[in-house]
Nanobody, 118 residues
Framework: QVQLVESGGGSVQAGGSLGLSCAAS????????MGWYRQAPGKQRELVAR??????NYADSVKGRFTISRDNAKNTVYLQMSSLKPEDTGVYYC?????????????WGRGTQVTVSL
């Protein structure tokens, strides 16, 4: 099992910045990916950013504004969000994908609210 603990988030005005962090613990033997999804009210959950063994990926809507990074020693991933827009509002979920016993497993955090107001 892998546990994820998210922190950060909150409320900010448009144009502001927020940071999220997510610490993973447990059976992390073979890392594949870690990152953030978000879900706005009435919308499907969407990928925001992820970091894999090959690099990073971002949603087009956040490129140039969000930066994802990882501290391998702490099994922690960070998401720095700047130039925030109201459409960035939603619940942000951390996830991690690992390989164990020849299977890929995904684990999710409980989510943290990000609210961007005009």
């Amino acid at each position: 099992q892998v546990q994820l603990v998210e922190s950060g988030g909150g409320s900010v005005q448009a144009g502001g910045s927020l940071g999220l962090s997510c610490a993973a613990s447990g059976s992390i033997f073979s890392f594949n990916a870690m990152g953030w999804y978000r879900q706005a009210p009435g919308k499907q959950r969407e990928l925001v950013a992820r970091i894999t063994n090959d690099g990073t990926n971002y949603a087009d809507s956040v490129k140039g504004r969000f930066t994802i990074s990882r501290d391998n020693a702490k099994n922690t991933v960070y998401l720095q969000m700047s130039s925030l827009k109201p459409e960035d509002t939603g619940v942000y979920y951390c996830y991690i994908n690992v390989t164990r016993a020849m299977r890929n497993w995904s684990y999710w955090g409980r989510g943290t609210q990000v609210t961007v107001s005009l």
